[in-house]
């Protein structure tokens, strides 16, 4: 083992026996029993250990019970009872005798980890926050997952002399959809006092669609060419006349939005549509075809859900330009940049309209009602919009073509309509501001899908034909 990897070792170590320190120095029990079932549940979670897909190493189930105590018991009963789970997970099954520094350094990682998102809890509690707990728990999961995988993920870099971020892909690429589904379970369980509607364990569903879809990807082979155009090539004439329509069709609600502009809040507006724009830069390419994916669909879905008809059509036709503008492969023809905003647009008004205005008598105030509807209509609008432009470049079936297109979009976009629907919720509760939290576990949704469709083609190259 080298310096480096010592020093950093004792270091992580040194830190976690002072978080460990000053938990136990202010240590009270208010409830014995409860903390007794929770330790034996925590240590007994953590010798449950999942071999995941893609991965050399093991998962283990101890990080439901660390989350859940973040909110339900003290620092010092959490981290007794993550300490126990650590060592129980180094000892037990395991192939060759852990060292002490081994186990110690478990410990310290558990610590650590704890201690912080314990920290951002308590200080967004004690600050009046606690109407925002699904945003909340967002937060501290997505802060749970990027210090726990950074302080491992350090260590391994040194002693294998890999880039930090080889070893991530290679250890928590797999992990994190499941981590996902077990933050949700934890999110969803009810606490004192309060209950969880049925509606919101719909969440879900789109979360396991994702891992299924996951573990296709590592039986995906095919040896169909990428679909759309050549760049700069003349579109045929039926696309042509398609494209004019879509674009003359875009400009009517974009005109009709700015005479008719209402703004009631201009820094949510502002906010909302700055994130927006940040979201549109970061695009997944999808295989097969020269389309692309990025988070800003739900901030739109969002703004659909909470501000008004002119707001999001002014957002789509942005986040639309922003996306066909930035960094392409090659440069856009002046068709791809017309169209991409204005089929947005079209997309965000029709799915305003249905949701807010023509059955907003039979959806009421139902936060799901609103979502379902506006995230059918978005995302079924845009993506047959998108396909029958390519079919009539192809000259391909409509259908093959659109299926294609929700083969590679749908699981993200309907995790993303989940995660839209928590900012919705938690904006209901009280304000805005908050409901920005949960933003940062899309991002590691991004990070995730992306890396994942990467390898998906890069093994599909390497492939015997």
């Not at 499941?178 to 789109?206: C, M, N, Q």
Request: glycine share 6%; net charge positive; hydrophobic share 55%.
């Amino acid at each position: 083992m080298g310096t480096a990897a010592k020093s950093y070792i004792y270091g992580v170590i040194a830190a976690g026996a002072c978080v460990f320190a000053v938990a136990l120095a202010n240590w009270s029990l208010p409830d014995p029993l409860m903390w007794a079932i929770y330790l034996l549940l925590a240590v007994s979670s953590s010798a449950v250990k999942l071999r995941l897909p893609g991965m050399d190493g093991t998962f283990s189930l101890s990080f439901l019970f660390l989350l859940y105590g973040v909110s339900h018991f003290s620092l010092a009963e959490v981290l007794v009872a993550g300490c126990a789970g650590a060592v129980a997970q180094s000892l037990l099954s395991a192939k060759k005798r852990p060292s002490l520094t081994q186990i110690l350094f478990n410990t310290a990682n558990v610590t650590v980890t704890v201690g912080v998102c314990y920290l951002i809890a308590r200080v967004w509690l004690a600050s009046g926050m606690a109407q925002y707990r699904p945003a909340l728990m967002a937060l501290v999961a997505c802060v749970y997952f990027i210090v726990n995988t950074v302080l491992v993920s350090g260590v391994l870099c040194l002693l294998e002399k890999k880039p930090l971020g080889e070893v991530c892909s290679q250890w928590y690429l797999w992990s994190f959809p499941y981590y996902l589904v077990g933050v949700t379970l934890v999110g969803l369980f009810p606490s004192p006092g309060r209950i969880a509607p049925g509606e919101a364990w719909l969440i879900l569903l789109p979360l396991v669609y994702l891992v299924h879809f996951f573990l296709g990807l590592l039986e995906w082979h095919t040896s169909s060419p990428a679909t759309g155009n050549q760049p700069n090539a003349r579109l045929p004439r039926a696309a042509r006349m398609y494209v004019a329509g879509a674009v003359t069709a875009g400009v009517v609600p974009l005109v009709w939005a700015a005479i008719g502009w209402q703004c009631q809040n201009p820094a949510r507006f502002i906010s909302y549509l700055g994130l927006a724009v940040v979201a549109s830069t970061l695009k997944i390419r999808l295989p097969l075809m020269h389309g692309t994916l990025t988070p800003a669909f739900v901030l739109l879905l969002a703004t659909i859900a909470q501000l008004s008809w002119t707001e999001a059509v002014v957002m789509a036709a942005v986040t639309g330009l922003v996306q066909v503008l930035w960094r392409t492969a090659q440069r856009p023809m002046l068709s791809q940049v017309l169209f991409s905003p204005a089929s947005l647009s079209l997309s965000a008004a029709f799915a305003y309209g249905l949701s807010r205005v023509a059955l907003v008598s039979w959806l009421g105030h139902s936060v799901l009602g609103v979502l379902v509807i506006s995230t059918l209509v978005l995302y079924g609008s845009n993506t047959l919009m998108v396909a029958t432009v390519l079919a009539l470049v192809e000259r391909k079936p409509l259908n093959s073509v659109w299926q294609l297109c929700c083969f590679w979009s749908l699981p993200y976009y309907l995790v993303g309509a989940a995660v839209a629907g928590i900012m919705i919720a938690t904006n209901r509760a009280s304000d805005w501001p908050p409901s920005l939290l949960v933003l940062p576990l899309m991002g590691l949704l991004y990070v995730s899908y992306r890396v994942q469709l990467r390898q998906a083609v890069e093994r599909n190259e390497q492939a015997p034909a």
